[in-house]
């Protein structure tokens, strides 16, 4: 009989045990497990980046510095844990420039005589990135975000030199690799719908003029050297969707 009450004690006290081990990793799944902000997992977002033309006037002939440069990426983000955020995103940026010639002789020579004409910067491509929120409710707050990118672009437009009786049209493609660090803050305006601002900084394997001088007129070349341009800096805006 003694046997039979500490077997059903024994038997009682396992069950609780049982029961405040499922009881702890159900607390800590719904603490380590749940996003941050809802607990919703899936943003999409649509950003801009606005380049200061300052850096490089939309026309060569007229320095358009209220004028800006714009890139756009939309993006999906995936909400880890409730300080990280991963995404890829596609981006595209369609730009102009002015052809010019420059010479890196010792001695220098008088450039020829041509009237350059607007040309077209066509960039695709697309980029992975983290982003980290100070405050634990990602994507909602301050975070730091840290990307990498490949691009793809073409550059076509035309020249027209005094000595040939017809423009000469000229196409060119290259490609680049870029890393981008921004600060910004994300805030909500409902539970769904996200508005948020960055400032941006960049850099890209290519495009410095000192890396081949003997190609620095190049109409290809001097695309490069307006897409980095383009990427150094910038002002971000976006708007996101938090479905789920």
Known sequence: MLKLIIFQKTNKMKKYRLLLFVIVIACSSNVFGQAGYLGK??????????????????????????????????????????????????????????????SHNEIPIPPPNYTAQESDIDLYGFGIYAKYYTNPKA??????????????????????????????????????????IEFGKTVFVSNYIS????????????????????????????????????????VNLTLGILPF
Request: proline residues 5%; charged residues 15%; neutral net charge.
């Open 139 to 180: 994507p909602l707050g301050y975070y730091y975000k840290f990307g990498l990118d490949y691009f793809t672009y073409t550059a076509t437009g035309k020249i027209k030199y005094d000595y040939l009786p017809m423009s000469t049209t000229f196409k060119g493609e290259d490609w680049a690799l870029g890393f981008r």
């Open 195 to 234: 508005l948020g601002t960055g400032l941006s900084l960049g850099a890209l394997t290519n495009g410095y003029r000192f890396m081949s001088m003997e190609k620095r007129n190049e109409p290809i070349h001097q695309a490069s050297t307006r897409v980095l341009a383009n990427y150094f800096i910038g």
């Open 41 to 102: 997992r899936c943003h999409f977002v649509f950003d801009a980046r606005f380049s200061p033309a300052i850096l490089t006037p939309v026309y060569m002939v007229g320095t358009h510095y209220c004028d800006f440069n714009t890139h756009f990426s939309p993006s999906f983000e995936y909400v880890v844990n409730r300080d990280w955020v991963i995404g890829a995103s596609y981006q595209f940026e369609h730009s102009k420039y002015t052809p010019e010639y420059s």
